[in-house]
């Protein structure tokens, strides 16, 4: 059984910066790729980011480059996703996912991720 379990949301205004936390096991993080994703009221889940299982590669969705970071620590089994210069359109809940697959190739659809976290809501003020 794959755990995810994040934390680290919150308000915040335009500008500020917030860092999430996805805590799982040490098997999970060492062996499969993770990403961040989010869902805002009323439209589907979306791709925020990935990083592939060996840590060497990540890939970002267009509209956070230059200000998101994803990045995992394995001694301490949690998955990050560093958030600065907020926007009011980030606000939305993000959800940490895992792929069990080891192919290092971007993912971008939910539905290529098998394990998905509870969430945890992001929201930004103008």
């Known amino acids: 059984q794959v755990q995810l379990v994040e934390s680290g949301g919150g308000l915040v205004q335009a500008g500020g910066s917030l860092r999430l936390s996805c805590a799982t096991s040490a098997r999970t993080l060492s062996s499969y790729s993770m990403a961040w994703f989010r869902q805002a009221p009323g439209k589907e889940r979306e791709f925020v980011a990935r990083i592939s299982w060996t840590s060497r590669t990540t890939w970002y969705v267009d509209s956070v480059k230059g200000r998101f970071t994803i990045s995992k620590d394995n001694a301490k089994n949690t998955l990050y996703l560093q958030m600065n210069n907020l926007k009011p359109e980030d606000t939305a809940v993000y959800y940490c996912?895992?792929?069990?697959?080891?192919?290092?190739?971007?993912?971008?659809?939910?539905?290529?991720?098998?394990?998905w976290g509870q969430g945890t809501q992001v929201t930004v003020s103008s």
């Open positions: 996912a895992a792929d069990r697959s080891t192919a290092i190739i971007q993912r971008m659809s939910a539905a290529q991720y098998d394990y």
